[in-house]
Every structure is written in C-alpha cells, then in structure tokens.
Nanobody, 117 residues
Framework: VQLQASGGGLVQAGGSLRLSCTASGMILSMFSGSKMGWYRQAPGKERELVANMTVGGTTNYADFVKGRFTISRDNAKRKVYLQMSNLEPEDTAVYFC?????????WGQGTQVTVSS
C-alpha cells in the first residue's frame, strides 16, 4: 500500500489549497473499508490530527480547523481530499495522508504547506 499526497505549496494567509491523496496497492473494498485522514506536523511539534472520515462518511475535525477545512473521499478513485480555506500562518506544516484498515495503519510521505503572512 502506498499513499501519495500532493497539492501542497506556498500560499498567502487567507488563501486556499486542496490536498489530494491517492492510494495505490489497495483494492476497492480495502480502500472503502478504511478510515482515511489527514494529519500535520509542524517543525518541532508532534504530528496531530487535522481531519478524518470513517467508512460510513462521518467526519471528525480538529478544533483548530474551525470550519475552514473539508475532508472528502472518492472511493472509486481511491482518493481522499482536504480542501483548506482561509489558511493561516499557523497552518504551515507537512501534511500527511493516513489510512487505517482494521489493525493496519498506513502513512504517505507528506506534502509541505507553507502559509505566508
């Protein structure tokens, strides 16, 4: 299983980015049966949950998201997205895609998001 995240970049405060994560090596039933999520890690800080979505479509967001981010998934394409709006300099971090399938836990390589003030 490989998770390939993309869509990061440099954006000014108040701007938007859309992150994508593509899962390869996962048959449809495995992907659709996985809880998919986005985490982030800023320099010197621990990795933290940004948002996740259960198999049934229930979403969970970190408090700091404050309605600015939206997670979505396309099972047929084996993709998960993170639409980020009204970005703040504090959102600067490496963003990681995560898939949890029963007891298995998979991570992508991360994509850098930098928000300038």
């Amino acid at each position: 299983v490989q998770l390939q995240a993309s869509g990061g970049g440099l954006v000014q405060a108040g701007g938007s980015l859309r992150l994508s994560c593509t899962a390869s090596g996962m048959i449809l039933s495995m992907f659709s049966g996985s809880k998919m999520g986005w985490y982030r890690q800023a320099p010197g800080k621990e990795r933290e949950l940004v948002a996740n979505m259960t198999v049934g479509g229930t979403t969970n967001y970190a408090d700091f998201v404050k309605g600015r981010f939206t997670i979505s998934r396309d099972n047929a394409k084996r993709k998960v997205y993170l639409q980020m709006s009204n970005l703040e300099p504090e959102d600067t971090a490496v963003y990681f895609c995560n898939a949890r399938y029963y007891t298995s836990n998979y991570w992508g390589q991360g994509t850098q998001v930098t928000v300038s003030s």
